[in-house]
């Protein structure tokens, strides 16, 4: 018992370290048009890239990212599924530890 709940606040460490962190992906646009396929009759390189993610009413959503910050967003993109996995591994110990609770 006293090892799962020292494996679960080994976890809860582990799940801080990646608290910063979103959901969503990224994709970038014509600067100009502000499509994925630019539509411009003078084309331009420009992109501006953009973070989409669900609210929690499950409504489409757009942040715009300087291209600069790509690499921060990127890295709290996978911190997100970090603690996804570290979410799932917590609930096994939760289990572990409820089955014991019942047992005394
Ligand atoms: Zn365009």
């Not at 370290?17 to 048009?33: E, L, M, P, T």
């Amino acid at each position: 018992m006293k090892d799962l709940v020292e494996r679960r606040n080994g976890l809860l460490r582990e799940f801080e370290k990646c608290s910063d962190f979103v959901r969503g992906s990224i994709n970038s646009v014509c600067a100009k048009c502000n499509r994925a396929r630019c539509i411009c009759e003078t084309k331009t390189s420009r992109r501006a890239y953009r973070l989409t993610y669900k609210n929690s009413e499950q409504k489409t959503r757009i942040v715009y990212i300087q291209e600069s910050r790509l690499p921060k967003i990127r890295k709290m993109i996978v911190n997100y599924s970090k603690s996804r996995k570290i979410m799932e591994q917590i609930i096994e110990t939760n289990i572990e530890i409820f089955k014991k609770e019942t047992k005394h």
